[in-house]
C-alpha cells in the first residue's frame, strides 16, 4: 500500500492561487501560474491538494489588507493537517501587502514560508526552493523588468482562463493622490515597450483570446516606446493592437482624468475594437476634497471630459470610483459628490468608505470622518448608483450589439458573454459560437445580467451599435 506521501510524490506537484483586490492581481496570479507551471506546478481550485499555496494580496483598504491574516490562519491549519499525513505545503504571500509589511508578515504568522513583492514573482522557482529551506522575503524593487522573464502562458492555459484575457501594460504611479498606497507598494510609474505588449495579445489571440483589457494602475498614463524609438500613448498602443488577427474587442482599466488625452477620446470615435465604456474614477465631486485628495483637476474638468467623451461616441457607458467619509468631507462636500452623480448618469460604479492607510498624508490628518457617517453616506451613493445602474440595464432591453461568448450559462445550451458596456449576457446559442462576436439583441433584464436573442450570422456583424432615443437623451 503506497503512502500519502508517496503518491502525492507520484502526481504532479499543485498550485493553488488565490487573488485578491483590483484586475492586475488577476494578472499576476495568471503569470505566477505560468511561472511555476514549467517546474511542474498545475494549477488546482482545491487549497487541500496544494503543495505550493499562494495569496494574492491587496493592500488598498484596511479591510482587504487583514482579512489575509485571518486566511493566513485557516491556510496554517490546513499546513498542519497535511503535514500529519507527511505533506509539505510551501505558503507564499504575493501582492501588496506582502510589498508593505514584509518581514512583519512572517512574525504575525509563523507559518508564512516566502513574502514576495509584485515586481519579484518572476523570481518565484528559485524562491520557493530556498523557502524550503528557510523563510524568505523578497521586496526589493529589482534593476531587471520582470516581463522579460515571465514564460508566455501555454495553450491550455490560455484556453482555460477564457476568451477574455488582461495584458497589464503600464505598472506603479506617480500621481501620490493623498489616500493612496498604490505609489508605495507598485512603485514609479513605468511603461512596457509597444512591441512586447503587442507580442503578448498576438500570442493570447493565437491561443484563442479575444476581448482584451489593457490594465495599469493608471492605463491612460501609458506612454511606451516602440522598434523606432517613437513614444506611443495609449491610442496609438490600441490603434496597433485593433490590427492583430483574432483581436475582436479591446478595453482598458483604470483611468486618471488628467491623461485623458484628446487623441484617446478620439479613439472611442475611430477606433471599431475599442468598447464604448470607459471606466474613469473621480472620488468625489466636490472641489475642496478633490484638492485636498490631491487629484489635480475639478469637477467641472471631469464633467467637461465626460461631455467630449460622449460627443466622441453617444453611447458610451461611463463608470466611476468614489471614496466616501475622506478626511473634514462636510455634508455639503458629500451633497456635491451626489449632485456630480445625477449630472452624469453612470451605468455602474463603485464607492468605498475612506480607509486610512499607513503612510499616505491622509491617514495623519487630525479631522478623520466618524464611520458611523461613513456608512451613512456609502449607503445612500451606492442607492443612487444602484438605481443608475438598473436604468442603464433596462435602456438596453431592445438594443441590439455584438457579444463575444465565452464560457457555458446556467442552463442546457445557454452561453454568457459580455455586452460593449461590461453586462453580462446570457443566450440560448451554438456552443461552437465560442469566442466569436456574435450579433445579440437584448430581450430581458436580469438582476445582474441581460438575457439576450441571437439576431445574424457573425459574418454580418458591425460593430456600430444602434443608439436608441433614451441612449441619446441621457448624454
Ligand atoms: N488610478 C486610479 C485613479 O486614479 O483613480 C485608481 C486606482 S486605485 C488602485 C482603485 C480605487 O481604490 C480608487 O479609485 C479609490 O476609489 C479606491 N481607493 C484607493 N485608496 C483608498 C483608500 N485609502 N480608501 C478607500 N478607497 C480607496
Ligand atoms: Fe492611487 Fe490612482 Fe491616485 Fe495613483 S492616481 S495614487 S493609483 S488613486
Not at 493570447?204 to 513614444?231: C, K, P, W
Not at 499616505?360 to 438605481?387: G, N, S, V
Request: hydrophobic content about 40%; proline content about 5%.
Amino acid at each position: 500500500m503506497t503512502s500519502p506521501a508517496q503518491s502525492s510524490a507520484a502526481n504532479a506537484r499543485r498550485v493553488f492561487i488565490k487573488s485578491y483586490g483590483c484586475q492586475m492581481n488577476v494578472y499576476d496570479a495568471q503569470r505566477m501560474a505560468d511561472v511555476v507551471g514549467p517546474e511542474g506546478f498545475v494549477e488546482t481550485s482545491r487549497i487541500e491538494d496544494a503543495d505550493l499555496v499562494v495569496l494574492n494580496t491587496c493592500h488598498i483598504r484596511e479591510r482587504a489588507s487583514e482579512k489575509i491574516y485571518s486566511e493566513l490562519g485557516k491556510v496554517r491549519e490546513l499546513k498542519r493537517e497535511r503535514a500529519s499525513q507527511g505533506l509539505e505545503t510551501t505558503l507564499v504571500v504575493a501582492g501588496c501587502v506582502a510589498q508593505a509589511e514584509g518581514r512583519e508578515i512572517l512574525r504575525r504568522q509563523p507559518a508564512v514560508d516566502l513574502v514576495v513583492g509584485p515586481q519579484n514573482y518572476h523570481r518565484l522557482p528559485e524562491l520557493v526552493a530556498k523557502a524550503r529551506r528557510e523563510r524568505v522575503v523578497d521586496t526589493e524593487f529589482p534593476s531587471e523588468d520582470k516581463f522579460d522573464h515571465l514564460p508566455a502562458p501555454s495553450r491550455e492555459a490560455v484556453q482555460a482562463r477564457g476568451v477574455s484575457a488582461f495584458v497589464t501594460v503600464q505598472e506603479g504611479c506617480d500621481k501620490f493622490c493623498a489616500f493612496c498606497v498604490v505609489p508605495y507598494t507598485r512603485g514609479a510609474e513605468m511603461s512596457r515597450p509597444v512591441d512586447k505588449i503587442l507580442r503578448e495579445i498576438e500570442g493570447l489571440a493565437a491561443s484563442g483570446a479575444r476581448e482584451f483589457t489593457l490594465i495599469g494602475q493608471n492605463v491612460n498614463a501609458y506612454h511606451g516606446l516602440d522598434a523606432t524609438g517613437q513614444t506611443i500613448a495609449l491610442a496609438g498602443l490600441f490603434a496597433r493592437a485593433a490590427q492583430i488577427p483574432g483581436v475582436l474587442r479591446l478595453r482598458y482599466s483604470t483611468s486618471h482624468p488628467l491623461d485623458m488625452d484628446e487623441a484617446l477620446i478620439r479613439a472611442h470615435a475611430e477606433n471599431e475594437k475599442l468598447a464604448p465604456y470607459l471606466h474613469l474614477p473621480i472620488q468625489s465631486g466636490s472641489d475642496r476634497i478633490l484638492d485636498a485628495m490631491n487629484r489635480r483637476h475639478s469637477a467641472a474638468e471631469y464633467l467637461d471630459i465626460v461631455e467630449r467623451v460622449r460627443r466622441a461616441r453617444p453611447d458610451i457607458a461611463l463608470s466611476s470610483d468614489f471614496i466616501v467619509g475622506f478626511p473634514g468631507e462636510t455634508d455639503e462636500d458629500f451633497h456635491a459628490t451626489l449632485a456630480l452623480v445625477r449630472e452624469v448618469g453612470f451605468a455602474s460604479a463603485y464607492a468605498f468608505k475612506y480607509s486610512a492607510r499607513p503612510g499616505t498624508p491622509a491617514a495623519e490628518k487630525e479631522d478623520q470622518t466618524a464611520e458611523a457617517l461613513k456608512a451613512e453616506r456609502l449607503a445612500e451613493l451606492q442607492a443612487l448608483l444602484e438605481a443608475q445602474r438598473q436604468r442603464f440595464n433596462r435602456d438596453t432591453v431592445g438594443k441590439r450589439f455584438g457579444v463575444v461568448f465565452d464560457k457555458p450559462g446556467r442552463h442546457a445550451g445557454q452561453l454568457v458573454g459580455r455586452s460593449p458596456y461590461m453586462q453580462g449576457v446570457h443566450a440560448d446559442v451554438d456552443a461552437a459560437r465560442v469566442g466569436e462576436m456574435t450579433e445579440v439583441e437584448i430581450v430581458d433584464i436580469r438582476p445582474n445580467s441581460l438575457s439576450g436573442r441571437i439576431v445574424v450570422a457573425p459574418s454580418s456583424w458591425s460593430s456600430t451599435p444602434v443608439i436608441t432615443e433614451s441612449m441619446e437623451e441621457r448624454c
